[in-house]
């Protein structure tokens, strides 16, 4: 059972080590553990053992995104800013500071390991998010991903380079991330570039 449960995790996230492990010496046991686990015909169903555990992994996962994704929600649908630096507003979208923003009322110093290391430039993280619900690209964190969807998304990417323009950011770069990286649940669009540490941002909404 705990070779299966080790299957499940892996086919579920990948395996990120490069290190090889020693194949262990064959016994009778290991046999039909394998047996079980790995189907002999290309169509055969997987193991129910297996895939109860990857649906449980799967949705411990969603909760967890959906959990983070109430911190976005509250400021754009329940317009809380309590703690936030929100920068823009329309009917549409809202733009605030990422908090690996060193202008961010919570920045501590390490949160972006890849800002810049010259003082001459400052590192500038805002997001920007739809005014209506959506925890990713799709509607749903497990939802496929329609035109509809795709368009919703250009338009908040739009919106963000517009935003970036506004704030004279200098080689901004704008992107979602892929949905396998997706950690909270609430489309959100990253502009990353650099400001003049002289030139402090608008006054913050309330």
């Known amino acids: 059972m705990q070779r299966i449960h080790r299957l499940a995790i892996v086919a579920l996230f ?81 733009a605030f500071l990422d908090i690996k923003d060193p202008q961010h009322p919570r920045y501590k110093p390490g949160h972006d390991e890849d800002g810049p290391a010259d003082g001459s430039k400052l590192r500038a993280h805002i997001l920007v998010v739809p005014n209506q619900p959506r925890e990713t690209i799709g509607k749903t964190v497990a939802s496929d991903i329609t035109a509809e969807d795709l368009e919703v998304t250009l338009k908040v990417m739009r919106a963000a380079a517009d935003v970036s323009t506004r704030l004279g950011i200098k080689n901004a770069k704008i992107f979602v991330k892929s949905p396998a990286r997706v950690g909270v649940g609430y489309l959100h669009v990253h502009i990353v570039g650099e400001r003049d540490p002289n030139a402090p941002y608008p006054p913050a909404l309330h």
């Open 14 to 94: 990948g395996c990120g080590s490069s290190q090889q492990v020693a194949p262990a010496q064959p016994s009778a046991a290991h046999h039909d553990v394998s047996a079980i686990a790995q189907p002999t015909d290309a169509g055969a169903p997987v193991p129910s053992e297996r895939k109860a555990l990857m649906r449980q992994l799967r949705e411990e996962h969603d909760t967890k995104v959906r959990e983070r994704g109430e911190i976005f929600a509250r400021i754009a649908v329940k317009h809380d800013y309590s703690g936030e630096y929100v920068l823009f507003r329309d009917q549409d979208v809202t």
